[in-house]
């Protein structure tokens, strides 16, 4: 993989021809932002873009929303949707820089060598007159070997024992009113607040129109919260989907051990054994 993993317009433009590049749609929005990403994506999505449905590419078995597929459940979809681990894939969003992260490090953590987020996303694509085509996309089954790594991904119990030892420190890239509690959760039953020790590293301050803030920008905030670049770090934040940005800004500042809390709050804040601060 290469030293970003960010690609132009023009970049893409270029090779949207090649068999080898596939381009994915990952758009996923927030009830609030009242968006149907899959209408959206039949209207109108870069040429040849597969469709990545984040809520249902999911463990659906579990009770939580979009967590990381089972290894061999996921080869099988991947292979369904025409990619392959040796693919270079190209991620993007509707609204810049949201969800593509998540499906990015999906991808990543199943093995995929080489994966790419578009710069700006669909909003940048659009503002270059990049061509866009209707309806659904497909392409030939491929075969994709999955490498899935466990310890790329923390578990309520790792979460527990991180909380206990600071073996790690623990982000949280949800809005600053739902860290400290002042705001309710979206998601009925779940309780406000964070987590002991936690800091708060809000997803939605790092981004700026729809694309990462600069790598010395980013390492200037998280400094200013509090936040060694040099110790190992876990991220969360509501459902997984903000913490996979969190966690993609943290490897541009600079920070080499990043894992993701993929049940994140919802698991957390969802039950009656977990302690919950506030403030």
């Not at 758009?27 to 899959?38: N, T, V």
């Amino acid at each position: 993989m290469t030293d970003t993993p960010f690609v132009t317009p023009a970049w893409l433009a270029e090779r949207l021809a090649d068999p080898n590049l596939v381009v994915v749609d990952g758009s996923w929005y927030l009830p609030a932002a009242a968006r149907d990403p899959r209408a959206e994506y039949l209207a109108g999505h870069i040429p040849g873009a597969i469709w990545f449905d984040v809520d249902q590419y999911a463990d659906l078995t579990t009770g939580l929303p979009h967590m990381l597929m089972q290894p061999a459940d996921f080869a099988a979809l991947a292979g369904r949707l025409g990619i392959a681990e040796t693919d270079t894939i190209v991620v993007y969003d509707g609204m810049g820089l949201f969800s593509a992260p998540r499906v990015r490090w999906t991808f990543v953590t199943m093995g995929a060598k080489d994966v790419r987020i578009l710069s700006g996303g669909l909003p940048a694509w659009r503002a270059e007159n990049g061509p866009l085509e209707t309806g659904e996309g497909s392409r030939p089954a491929r075969t994709f070997n999955v490498d899935f790594d466990p310890s790329r991904v923390a578990s309520l119990a790792d979460m527990r024992a991180l909380v206990r030892s600071g073996e790690r420190q623990i982000l949280d890239a949800r809005p600053a009113g739902r860290f400290t509690g002042a705001v309710p959760e979206p998601r009925p039953g779940i309780r406000s607040g964070h987590m002991p020790g936690a800091k708060s590293a809000p997803a939605d301050t790092l981004v700026e129109n729809g694309q990462l803030k600069s790598p010395e920008a980013l390492r200037a905030q998280f400094e200013a919260a509090g936040i060694n670049l040099d110790k190992p770090i876990v991220t969360t934040c509501g459902s997984g989907v903000t913490a996979a940005t969190l966690k993609l800004a943290l490897e541009q500042a600079g920070a080499k051990d990043v894992i993701l809390y993929d049940g994140s709050w919802t698991e957390w804040g969802g039950r009656d054994d977990t302690d919950v601060v506030t403030g």
